[in-house]
């Protein structure tokens, strides 16, 4: 079965500071692996994706995301954080087996940025 | 292009009473998911569709049905209303193109029912 972590519940940056929101996963062979946000009252919006390749991969509103398989971690980054950025986030992932292209999710991790 | 639309916003039901949660989608995509959001929980796959005609339970299943007559609409029927299934729903719909291609999933806006 496979599994994501997201080790804290809330994370607290101030605006200009670079950002770190963590996640870590299980799942048997290579996986995919997805951050999403959530703003409130809203559906949950894709930010980026790894899928093979380069281990940094970039997504939309200047976040980027560092796989490393030794670690079997995907760290949502942002060089510079804006009070706008403050949202749930999501890390979900893929196997390559079973059907329905299913993603499990964790249990999102809560940013605040503050001025 | 709407991409994926949910009705109602809101819903309160008393204990017992049935309700459909309407979802379509525009972009033609193949699978189609319905999840629960809980506080603290992340998000729990009720059920989801490979295509027209074909579903398949997912991890709560129980006290929720589900058909898919057409690609576009997927549609999550509540018989019997409990508390428990007090909520936030959310379909969700992807596509898988092969190397990689696709397989982001992406959201309606939710449904925010209350069972009382």
């Known amino acids: 079965a496979q599994s994501v972590a997201q080790p804290e519940d809330q994370v607290n940056v101030a605006e200009g500071n670079p950002l770190t929101v963590k996640c870590t996963y299980s799942v048997s062979g290579n996986p995919y692996l997805f951050w999403y946000v959530q703003y409130p009252n809203r559906g949950l919006q894709f930010l980026l994706k790894?899928?093979?390749?380069?281990?940094l991969v970039k997504g939309s509103y200047g976040f980027e995301a560092e796989f490393n398989k030794s670690q079997t971690s995907f760290h949502l980054k942002k060089p510079s954080a804006l009070v706008s950025d403050s949202a749930l986030y999501f890390c979900?992932?893929?196997?390559?087996?079973?059907?329905?292209?299913?993603?499990?999710f964790g249990t999102g991790t809560q940013l605040k940025v503050e001025l | 292009n709407a991409g994926v639309t949910q009705t109602p916003k809101f819903r309160i039901l008393k204990i017992g009473q049935s309700m459909t949660l309407q979802c379509t989608q525009d972009m033609n995509h193949n699978y189609m998911y319905w999840y629960r959001q809980d506080p603290g929980m992340g998000l729990k796959l009720i059920y989801y569709?490979?295509?027209?005609?074909?579903?398949d339970k997912g991890e709560v299943p129980n006290g929720y049905n589900v058909s898919r007559s057409t690609t576009e609409d997927f549609p999550l029927r509540l018989e019997l209303a409990a508390p428990s299934q007090t909520s936030v729903y959310f379909c969700?719909?992807?596509?898988?193109?092969?190397?990689?291609?696709?397989?982001?999933?992406?959201f309606g806006p939710g449904t925010r029912l209350t069972v009382t």
């Open positions: 979900a992932v893929r196997g390559l087996t079973g059907g329905g292209n299913k993603l499990t």
């Open positions: 969700a719909s992807s596509y898988s193109a092969g190397q990689g291609i696709g397989y982001e999933q992406y």
């Open positions: 569709s490979v295509g027209a005609g074909i579903t």
């Open positions: 790894y899928i093979t390749g380069d281990n």
